[in-house]
């Protein structure tokens, strides 16, 4: 066995959480190289390895890679870095991908460094877009250089004894850079022939490029330079998309001094028709800050992927080994209906980003809001719709609207529940509007305080997945 591979074995080793001493380490290499290790006591721990860069490989997350740096994952623990684009106080799940990388960096015995890019969202990165950017306020910049760097803590360990992950913010040393230092100490490197080759630039000639935006790669470029000297960082990732401004770096290192760096991408994950992942059908990003995406909206994001993205988005985005996704795949094959590896998915993802509390007060809401038995057929206790309320769109109203009787049509649009009255009727019409589980069939329908659940709510679903809930106090 490898010193590498003892390495992370002993940190794994350390993760278990039973007591440590009489383990009986087993190792089993197969004809394709891989290795498995059984660790063994009172009951069997089967824990397999598989190289980094190859389990990336497998998961459909690599696609470019400079040559030598699989072999320098293998050969010592890696310092490594990606870069987060401040502009938001939140990440979406777009960059849930990158958060995983790092995790799976982590768990495979290497040095995690996550990067609040607090200088370079002053500037903008054209990669990926087609217009030019508005600059961020320096006010708000601050607010989402905070809200991304206390969403990065809660998924890497900053407290590792051997792999501590490290949060860095490229403000830091930007903020007394001078330009002309700037310009005599990384500018005079690259030739602007270089910089117009990247895609990223190209691909905005024809719409416009500013000069702000066409220094972006340069300070990317520095920022690895920075963190290959500082922390001894060796490889910078992220999106396919910054391939060229991560080249920018390991050109940088080379031209400043000379040392060896290394870089790969993953791919940009795409929904199966192709367009943008990170969206709800609405067009909503989903968001993993509860405050802007609601439990039970983020769950209800992943059940709703279709089968043909289910097993990609299992590989991507949750920790399941191999043997493990196959098996929820042919499982699902038998019984698509199931949806058993959307289900899979939606609850590993929630827990890893959440929490198991809002994983249960998901499947609550989902439980309830489906019907599942009938509201007719169980006690509602008013705990239940205390959660649905938090996780659902709603409103509340007073209920003497209630004391005459109310027409639904005027109290669904001044709730917001529906837009417009016109578009009560289409759903009427449509046979598209249910409330309290009950289909509404008479535009006309009158609302009492003898109709509403539990003497407080009223549940309005408007097609099969649009809920908004209304509490009348």
């Not at 903008?124 to 809200?147: I, M, T, Y």
């Not at 969403?151 to 501590?164: I, N, T």
């Not at 401004?245 to 290192?253: A, R």
């Not at 990170?278 to 992943?302: C, H, M, P």
């Amino acid at each position: 066995m490898s010193e590498n591979l003892f390495r992370k074995v002993c940190a794994i080793s350390r993760g278990v959480e039973k007591e440590s001493q009489g383990w009986v380490l087993h190792l089993i290499s197969t004809p394709e190289g891989a290795e498995f290790l059984t660790l063994s006591k009172e009951l069997p721990l089967i824990l397999s390895y598989m190289n980094f860069i190859e389990d990336l490989r497998w998961r459909g997350m690599l696609q470019d890679i400079i040559p030598g740096t699989e072999a320098l994952f293998q050969k010592e623990t890696v310092t490594g870095y990606i870069g987060f684009d401040p502009t938001a106080d939140s990440l979406h799940i777009g960059s849930l991908v990158q958060i995983l990388l790092l995790v799976r960096l982590q768990r495979a015995g290497h040095r995690p460094v996550a990067l609040v890019g607090g200088a370079t969202g002053l500037v903008g990165d054209p990669s990926g877009k087609s217009e030019e950017r508005n600059l961020l306020s320096p006010e708000d910049l601050a607010k989402n250089v905070e809200g991304v760097r206390r969403q990065l803590e809660k998924y890497l360990d900053f407290s590792h004894p051997d792999y501590p992950a490290r949060l860095v913010n490229n403000y830091d040393w930007y903020k007394d850079f001078s330009l002309l230092d700037f310009l005599r100490k990384v500018g005079k490197h690259l030739t602007v022939n270089y910089m117009m080759a990247k895609d990223s630039v190209t691909r905005r000639m024809e719409t416009g490029l500013s000069f702000t935006e066409f220094t972006y790669q340069l300070i990317q470029g520095y920022d690895f330079y920075h963190l290959y000297h500082e922390l001894g960082c060796k490889v910078q990732m992220g999106g396919s998309d910054q391939w060229g401004n991560i080249t920018t770096g390991t050109e940088l290192i080379r031209r400043m001094g000379g040392g060896d760096a290394y870089a790969f991408t993953i791919p940009l994950v795409t929904k199966a028709d192709g367009s943008k992942f990170g969206k709800s059908e609405a067009g909503v990003n989903i968001w993993l800050d509860l405050n802007r995406t609601s439990s039970y909206a983020f769950y209800q994001f992943w059940m709703n992927v279709g089968d043909a993205e289910a097993e990609k988005y299992l590989k991507l985005f949750t920790f399941r080994e191999q043997a493990d996704i196959e098996a929820l795949a042919r499982a699902h094959a038998e019984d698509p209906g199931r949806r058993i590896m959307q289900q899979a998915l939606a609850e590993d993802i929630t827990v890893f980003v959440h929490g198991k509390e809002a994983l249960e007060s998901a499947q609550l809401a989902t439980d309830f809001l489906f019907g599942k038995g009938g509201f007719e057929n169980r006690s509602l206790k008013e705990a239940w719709f205390e959660e649905v309320c938090r996780v659902v769109p709603g409103t509340t109203l007073s209920r003497s609207l209630l004391e005459n009787g109310q027409d639904l049509a005027g109290l669904l649009t001044d709730a917001g529940a529906v837009p417009s009255k016109s578009e009560y009727k289409r759903l009427i019409q449509g046979g598209g509007l249910k409330v309290n589980y009950g289909k509404v069939e008479n535009v006309e329908m009158q609302i009492f305080t003898k109709d509403l659940m539990e003497n407080q709510f009223l549940l309005i679903q408007k097609g099969k997945k649009n809920y908004f809930v209304i509490r009348f106090e």
